[in-house]
């Protein structure tokens, strides 16, 4: 059995290891950021705003659809890593060959319900009679190109969780680049390439995304490695499934949650007037600009303690565990210093309007105070779901995110505006933190952690 492919994690200096794994994972969730922004620009310069506006209404239906898929992968992650920490290869190969089944079963039933009813779901999502035909060509392509968009997240999910960051990158960026020479091209048509419009990104995207499959499933395939990755041939073991599952069904519904009680908070904001609601997407981008080092950060901590649960080295978990805190105390203070110093530079590269401004300046001044919390969560979470305890996040998430701060905004926002809603969502921050530091702390994650056995 070849194993040379990937890390092992069991052995090596926690610190240096910690930060070769995080680099490589926030360098592909910038370049993600840069490949979105690249489309908008091609999209919204050549076809204008009707483009945008299709792109847009499209957007939280294949994010919907990729909660599903992330659930699967990150349970997926958890398992191989383990197994790969364990030294067991063939089990490696054999949860991969299930997990590549299930993803087929998941994607061709939902695939096939969204095509069936994108016109309809289109329709409950109020989307302008205008932009309906170019959002349900620009859909329908989206979704006949998932599996290539699946099958890439799943074999980096793969690679990530055997210790190899940079190969995924490495994919990552030869589509990206394909996909930003592919856009203008197909989009105003060159030589004997007709314009095709939106449709023209969509089928530049599905192209892209199938390159990056092509070239991870053939680096595979040349290093003859224990992880065989094959669509069409089926495995079906119900007790790894039921394993699969009961890891990816939290991580999904977490992702759910996080995005249904954004939606309420949106909500809420948006009653404030105009100005109120431009900011959320301004608090949007910056949220989501500071949370992605720490966010990978807490991804490598995930990675690195799974395999060294796999590998029954407790001990060493905990030593990664105070790492990856002094690491994201590190990140998160450089972060809010930088911020709170320097608002102005921070959201002028967003907007110029002084209300927007104004409210965006005093979400920096609350929230980023406490960043460090955000730093210590992602660890703790990291630590928790490599033990498998996916259903803890979740509960966690729950109580917090959607219960806690729904309430904390209502109550607070009609003495203080949008300062109010800002406190409650630092306030939940604060009390996730807490409780993910005494679930360590009890010791409980360390209960039937060890996938393994």
Same mark, same amino acid.
């Given at each position: 059995?070849?194993?040379?492919?990937?890390?092992?994690?069991?052995e090596s200096k926690v610190v240096p290891t910690l930060i070769k794994l995080l680099i490589p994972i926030l360098l592909s969730n910038i370049l993600n950021v840069v490949y979105?922004?690249?489309?908008?620009?091609?999209?919204?310069?050549?076809?204008?705003?009707?483009?945008?506006?299709?792109?847009?209404?499209?957007?939280?239906?294949?994010?919907?659809?990729?909660?599903?898929?992330?659930?699967?992968?990150?349970?997926?992650?958890?398992?191989?890593?383990?197994?790969?920490?364990?030294?067991?290869?063939?089990?490696?190969?054999?949860?991969?060959?299930?997990?590549?089944?299930?993803?087929?079963?998941?994607?061709?039933?939902?695939?096939?319900?969204?095509?069936?009813?994108?016109?309809?779901?289109?329709?409950?999502?109020?989307?302008?009679?205008?932009?309906?035909?170019?959002?349900?060509?620009?859909?329908?392509?989206?979704?006949?190109?998932?599996?290539?968009?699946?099958?890439?997240?799943?074999?980096?999910?793969?690679?990530?969780?055997?210790?190899?960051?940079?190969?995924?990158?490495?994919?990552?960026?030869?589509?990206?680049?394909?996909?930003?020479?592919?856009?203008?091209?197909?989009?105003?048509?060159?030589?004997?390439?007709?314009?095709?419009?939106?449709?023209?990104?969509?089928?530049?995207?599905?192209?892209?995304?199938?390159?990056?499959?092509?070239?991870?499933?053939?680096?595979?395939?040349?290093?003859?490695?224990?992880?065989?990755?094959?669509?069409?041939?089926?495995?079906?073991?119900?007790?790894?499934?039921?394993?699969?599952?009961?890891?990816?069904?939290?991580?999904?519904?977490?992702?759910?949650?996080?995005?249904?009680?954004?939606?309420?908070?949106?909500?809420?904001?948006?009653?404030?007037?105009?100005?109120?609601?431009?900011?959320?997407?301004?608090?949007?981008?910056?949220?989501?600009?500071?949370?992605?080092?720490?966010?990978?950060?807490?991804?490598?901590?995930?990675?690195?303690?799974?395999?060294?649960?796999?590998?029954?080295?407790?001990?060493r978990v905990k030593e990664i565990f105070k790492s990856g805190i002094i690491i994201g105390l590190i990140i998160s203070s450089v972060m809010s210093i930088f911020s709170i110093?320097?608002?102005?530079?921070?959201?002028?590269?967003?907007?110029?309007?002084?209300?927007?401004?104004?409210?965006?300046?005093?979400?920096? &001044?609350?929230?980023?105070?406490?960043?460090?919390? &955000?730093?210590?969560?992602?660890?703790?979470?990291?630590?928790?779901?490599?033990?498998?305890?996916?259903?803890?996040?979740?509960?966690?998430?729950?109580?917090?995110?959607?219960?806690?701060?729904?309430?904390?905004? &209502?109550?607070?926002?009609?003495h203080f505006e949008l300062v109010g809603i800002w406190a409650s969502m630092g306030i939940c921050y604060i009390i996730n933190t807490l409780f993910s530091l005494y679930y360590?702390?009890?010791?409980?994650?360390?209960?039937?952690?060890?996938?393994?056995?």
């Amino acid at each position: 059995m070849d194993n040379h492919i990937g890390t092992d994690l069991t052995e090596s200096k926690v610190v240096p290891t910690l930060i070769k794994l995080l680099i490589p994972i926030l360098l592909s969730n910038i370049l993600n950021v840069v490949y979105n922004i690249a489309d908008s620009v091609w999209i919204g310069n050549i076809i204008g705003p009707l483009g945008l506006s299709a792109v847009a209404v499209s957007f939280p239906i294949m994010l919907l659809i990729g909660s599903f898929a992330f659930g699967v992968n990150m349970a997926n992650g958890v398992i191989v890593s383990q197994y790969y920490g364990a030294k067991d290869y063939n089990t490696v190969s054999h949860v991969i060959k299930v997990s590549t089944t299930l993803g087929v079963i998941i994607l061709f039933t939902v695939g096939s319900l969204m095509l069936i009813f994108s016109r309809t779901i289109l329709k409950i999502m109020n989307t302008p009679e205008n932009a309906m035909d170019m959002a349900l060509i620009y859909l329908r392509i989206s979704i006949i190109g998932l599996p290539f968009a699946y099958a890439y997240f799943f074999i980096s999910s793969i690679l990530r969780a055997v210790g190899d960051t940079v190969r995924p990158l490495i994919f990552l960026i030869i589509s990206s680049m394909l996909n930003i020479i592919l856009d203008p091209i197909l989009i105003k048509g060159f030589w004997i390439i007709p314009a095709m419009g939106l449709k023209g990104a969509a089928i530049a995207t599905v192209i892209s995304q199938f390159t990056s499959v092509l070239i991870s499933i053939t680096y595979l395939r040349v290093k003859n490695s224990f992880i065989k990755i094959n669509p069409f041939i089926l495995t079906f073991d119900l007790k790894m499934t039921k394993k699969i599952m009961k890891l990816g069904i939290p991580i999904s519904f977490n992702q759910f949650i996080v995005a249904f009680g954004w939606l309420v908070i949106t909500r809420l904001i948006s009653s404030f007037g105009e100005a109120a609601s431009a900011t959320v997407a301004i608090v949007n981008r910056v949220e989501s600009l500071f949370i992605m080092p720490v966010g990978a950060l807490g991804n490598a901590v995930m990675t690195m303690s799974a395999q060294n649960i796999g590998a029954k080295k407790l001990d060493r978990v905990k030593e990664i565990f105070k790492s990856g805190i002094i690491i994201g105390l590190i990140i998160s203070s450089v972060m809010s210093i930088f911020s709170i110093t320097n608002p102005y530079l921070l959201i002028r590269m967003f907007t110029k309007d002084v209300s927007v401004f104004e409210y965006a300046k005093s979400y920096i &001044y609350t929230i980023m105070p406490i960043f460090i919390f &955000y730093s210590v969560m992602f660890v703790c979470n990291g630590i928790i779901n490599g033990a498998g305890k996916t259903i803890v996040i979740m509960a966690f998430t729950t109580s917090t995110t959607l219960i806690l701060r729904t309430i904390l905004a &209502y109550a607070l926002s009609p003495h203080f505006e949008l300062v109010g809603i800002w406190a409650s969502m630092g306030i939940c921050y604060i009390i996730n933190t807490l409780f993910s530091l005494y679930y360590l702390k009890s010791n409980k994650w360390q209960k039937n952690a060890n996938i393994t056995n």
